[in-house]
């Protein structure tokens, strides 16, 4: 209701450290996935893998995957490891430009929003490149500021690591 996000797009979860990753994903993990979580999280990678069964529907769109990433800021670290895994998104308008500060976000949602924390501006400025390991080969759903294309087609999967 706040971002006027369609409910059949589903929230990323951020994570808090690797540990959590089997709260909401089906193990155990291929090499493939171990390797691209120790070279690139955290970071702005973010990794649609199998949900493990009974997570709430926001979370996989009534699908069979969900996308998760531990994010390189501290605080949403330490928030996601005292709270558990976090359904998130983009502190935006669906649809409208990322936010880079809280400026920002403050004129995009004002009066939709109780509290805005402002943990700083944005680092990279652009979202997380999303990659989905479920399908072979993977597939880059969201170019980011990691690149794993050429020429807009997904690299074979020794390229990836």
Same mark, same amino acid.
């Given at each position: 209701?706040?971002?006027?996000?369609?409910?059949?797009?589903?929230?990323?979860?951020?994570?808090?450290?690797?540990?959590?990753?089997?709260?909401?994903?089906?193990?155990?993990?291929?090499?493939?996935?171990?390797?691209?979580?120790?070279?690139?999280?955290? +970071? =702005? #990678?973010?990794?649609?893998?199998?949900? *493990?069964? $009974?997570? %709430?529907?926001?979370? &996989? !769109?009534?699908?069979?995957? @969900?996308?998760?990433?531990?994010?390189?800021?501290?605080?949403?670290?330490?928030?996601?490891?005292?709270? +558990? =895994? #976090?359904?998130?998104?983009?502190?935006? *308008?669906? $649809?409208? %430009?990322?936010?880079? &500060? !809280?400026?920002?976000?403050? @004129?995009?949602?004002?009066?939709?929003?109780?509290?805005?924390?402002?943990?700083?501006?944005?680092?990279? +400025?652009?979202?997380?490149?999303?990659?989905?390991?479920?399908?072979?080969? %993977?597939?880059?759903?969201?170019?980011?500021?990691?690149?794993?294309?050429?020429?807009?087609?997904?690299?074979?999967?020794?390229?990836?690591?």
């Amino acid at each position: 209701a706040i971002k006027d996000r369609p409910p059949e797009k589903a929230l990323p979860v951020l994570l808090g450290d690797v540990e959590q990753v089997s709260q909401v994903v089906v193990g155990p993990l291929p090499e493939l996935v171990r390797s691209l979580m120790a070279r690139h999280w955290p +970071g =702005p #990678l973010t990794l649609v893998l199998p949900a *493990r069964p $009974g997570l %709430p529907q926001n979370l &996989t !769109a009534g699908g069979a995957t @969900v996308a998760v990433r531990i994010p390189d800021h501290a605080f949403l670290q330490e928030l996601a490891r005292r709270a +558990g =895994p #976090l359904a998130s998104s983009s502190a935006n *308008r669906s $649809g409208a %430009p990322s936010c880079a &500060t !809280a400026q920002e976000v403050l @004129v995009q949602l004002a009066g939709r929003v109780p509290l805005i924390v402002d943990g700083g501006p944005a680092r990279l +400025g652009q979202p997380s490149t999303v990659l989905d390991l479920t399908v072979d080969p %993977p597939r880059v759903l969201r170019p980011g500021p990691i690149s794993f294309t050429q020429g807009g087609i997904s690299c074979p999967r020794n390229d990836l690591i």
